[in-house]
């Protein structure tokens, strides 16, 4: 079993658990995705920020942060622009195509994301929350090469390990790499 890091810690405080992004947009990566639909009725994705620009520039790095996304279906059961812009922007489905895709694919993939807090009312509870969410009401979603979010940083060694949406196949060994191509 690994060990704790608190190398960087100076107290219990320090410790936030995990810390949803401040308002802003980011390069991010998909970390998981769960479209079982066994809790909930909704693709759910959790996103993580490799790099952007938060709204309020003393807001610190947001790099790390996470955020869940959630992908409800509509009424009759049917996927929504939510999925749809979901999906573009990771790659699962290009313009011009329709077909089904496999939500579980887009785990790796890289996209840029818009993030807002807003109030709402607890299902639980009835009780007023803030929420951080996918601004736009989830809409907030493009690919990486996107010239519309082309002036959000990127984490550029992020950058060179995508292609396509997804990390690249590794390369095939050349002969003179192999020290057993002779045998």
Same mark, same amino acid.
């Given at each position: 079993?690994?060990?704790?890091?608190?190398?960087?810690?100076?107290?219990?405080?320090?410790?936030?658990?995990?810390?949803?992004?401040?308002?802003?947009?980011?390069?991010?990566?998909?970390?998981?995705?769960?479209?079982?639909?066994? /809790? #909930?009725?909704?693709? !759910?994705?959790?996103?993580?920020?490799?790099?952007? /620009?938060?709204?309020?520039?003393?807001?610190?790095?947001?790099? &790390?942060?996470?955020?869940? #996304?959630?992908?409800?279906?509509?009424?009759?059961?049917?996927?929504?622009?939510? #999925?749809?812009?979901?999906?573009?922007?990771?790659?699962? !489905?290009?313009?011009?195509?329709?077909?089904?895709?496999?939500?579980?694919?887009?785990?790796?993939?890289?996209?840029?994301? &818009?993030?807002? /807090?807003?109030?709402?009312?607890?299902?639980?509870?009835?009780?007023?929350?803030?929420?951080?969410?996918?601004?736009?009401?989830?809409?907030?979603?493009?690919?990486?090469?996107?010239?519309?979010?082309?002036?959000?940083?990127?984490?550029?060694?992020?950058?060179?390990?995508?292609?396509?949406?997804?990390?690249?196949?590794?390369?095939?060994?050349?002969?003179?790499?192999?020290?057993?191509?002779? !045998?």
């Amino acid at each position: 079993m690994p060990g704790l890091d608190a190398s960087n810690v100076q107290n219990e405080g320090d410790v936030q658990g995990r810390q949803p992004p401040v308002n802003g947009v980011y390069h991010g990566v998909v970390n998981h995705v769960d479209a079982s639909f066994d /809790k #909930h009725d909704a693709v !759910i994705a959790d996103l993580e920020v490799l790099a952007g /620009k938060p709204d309020d520039d003393g807001a610190g790095d947001q790099r &790390g942060r996470q955020l869940r #996304h959630m992908m409800f279906l509509d009424d009759e059961g049917n996927y929504g622009d939510k #999925h749809l812009r979901f999906a573009l922007a990771t790659g699962l !489905i290009k313009p011009g195509e329709a077909r089904d895709v496999d939500w579980n694919t887009a785990q790796g993939r890289q996209l840029v994301f &818009g993030v807002e /807090k807003r109030a709402g009312k607890s299902k639980k509870d009835g009780e007023e929350r803030e929420y951080t969410n996918v601004s736009n009401f989830g809409l907030d979603l493009w690919s990486v090469g996107n010239p519309e979010v082309a002036s959000v940083p990127k984490d550029e060694a992020a950058l060179k390990m995508m292609a396509g949406g997804s990390a690249p196949a590794p390369a095939a060994a050349s002969s003179s790499d192999d020290p057993y191509a002779g !045998i």
